[in-house]
């Protein structure tokens, strides 16, 4: 079968309608859910934007060996297996980091089409546009449909990449004014921390509203591109895949960003649901509709990936194909998801989140989920936050000192999982105590 693998990135999983969502409009992704293996606890693994592509690529958790930096050129990438297996294998991204500054996202790609207007040259490019068609992830998923033109008799990899809604949000008017009636094209920007006394309470609801007015954007367009499929007589040849790589907070946990920024450096992170958990939606050949609830996390998307194709993955990857939990299957794939910001010390310096060098000025906080309950973590002799979050999904109580044995747990299970993955030493030490 082709495969059709969609990322739209920074997209909350509780902003969909097949999630619950009942304010924002996402008609053609709700449609799309209608006929998809619909994932319930799906989570990411590295963070937050490159490294979690990287999990994608190699089904590895990335996190332990790789940062913010390039591919290693010892890594065999999903496109790279499936090329070898007679896919013709095509990336159309706006996402900005695939290929600057050595980076090498392209690897294994027959052909790589990187759309401009994302990251440093977006004001410039903002100059050129005249209608919705011109904007970013209009203009990825357009080029999306036009190589389908081209290609449909081919057997196919095709990989779309839309940075929206990752921040700037600047839609057109028309998709924010529902949400905002008196939306009058103001920009917000997150600050990437504590929001309280530095952003105002209508500067957040715009925020929210563009987000939101971002979100039905990509919806338009992912539903384009299932139009095109059906025309081209080819949804029953191919499976389609859309997913993240995180979400955002707008307010919760006292946050307005997904990191917390100590002037040119990084402080503490923690990542809660509203970062970790993600939409993922599965559509196999012959439409079917089914939620499944048993945890499952980015590095898995790549055994999945070579299982519809029929290729055999290879035999030192992290991730667990999901296929068998589409046939009906309940054994887990994982006892436990991790997701974290790379395994950096205190010093460290890293390019994440937009390729500029900063330094920890705190541990980044590692989350260890089991499906029922959330250890937020650093490193030993830091704040510990322990969430019953299949009580609590909002994660507001903190129960670590009640509960002390079940965080030891977690923890154990995070340390077992992260030694198995090689990690170096000096990134082990400072995590092997609570």
């Not at 619950?20 to 409009?25: A, H, Q, S, T």
């Not at 690529?57 to 890594?75: I, S, V």
Request: with cysteine; aromatic share 14%.
């Amino acid at each position: 079968m082709n495969i059709v693998f969609v990322v739209s990135d920074t997209l909350r999983r509780d902003h969909l309608g097949c999630y619950g969502n009942r304010w924002i409009r996402t008609p053609n992704l709700d449609q799309f859910a209608a006929e998809a293996f619909i994932f319930d606890q799906a989570y990411e693994a590295s963070f937050p934007t490159m490294p979690t592509r990287a999990d994608q690529f190699t089904g590895k958790l990335t996190l332990t060996y790789l940062g913010w930096e390039p591919l290693r050129h010892t890594e065999t990438t999903l496109a790279q297996l499936l090329r070898q297996a007679g896919y013709y294998a095509m990336a159309i991204v706006d996402t900005p980091f695939y290929v600057r500054q050595g980076m090498g996202y392209d690897r294994g790609f027959d052909d790589f089409l990187m759309v401009r207007g994302q990251g440093r040259e977006r004001a410039d490019h903002n100059r050129t546009r005249r209608c919705e068609v011109d904007y970013c992830a209009a203009r990825t998923f357009f080029e999306a449909e036009k190589w389908l033109e081209r290609n449909y008799k081919s057997k196919f990899f095709l990989f779309v990449d839309t940075w929206d809604p990752h921040e700037p949000w600047d839609p057109p008017a028309y998709y924010v004014q529902p949400y905002l009636a008196d939306y009058d094209g103001q920009l917000v920007h997150p600050i990437y921390g504590k929001y309280r006394g530095r952003v105002s309470e209508r500067d957040l609801k715009v925020a929210r509203a563009c987000y939101a007015g971002e979100i039905t954007m990509v919806d338009f367009w992912f539903g384009r591109l299932m139009q095109r499929l059906d025309s081209l007589d080819l949804l029953e040849k191919t499976a389609v895949i859309f997913t993240t790589d995180h979400g955002f907070y707008f307010g919760e946990h006292g946050f307005f960003g997904k990191a917390v920024k100590m002037g040119d450096g990084w402080g503490r992170s923690p990542l809660y649901d509203e970062v970790t958990r993600v939409p993922l939606l599965i559509r196999p050949p012959a439409a079917r509709q089914a939620r499944i609830s048993h945890i499952v996390c980015q590095p898995d998307l790549m055994p999945t990936v070579l299982q519809l194709a029929g290729v055999k993955p290879p035999s030192n990857i992290y991730g667990r194909s999901a296929v068998p939990l589409m046939k009906g299957s309940r054994k887990p794939l994982h006892d436990i998801v991790i997701s974290s910001w790379p395994l950096y010390n205190v010093g460290d310096v890293t390019r994440a989140v937009d390729a500029f060098e900063r330094q920890l000025r705190e541990n980044f906080a590692s989350t260890i989920f089991d499906g029922e309950w959330t250890l937020v973590y650093s490193v030993h002799g830091e704040a510990v936050e322990l969430y019953h979050t299949a009580a609590d999904p909002q994660q507001k109580k903190n129960l670590f000192r009640q509960n002390r044995r079940k965080a030891e747990e977690l923890h154990r299970k995070f340390l077992a999982a992260i030694e198995a993955q090689g990690t170096e030493e000096r990134l082990l030490k400072p995590r092997t105590r609570l």
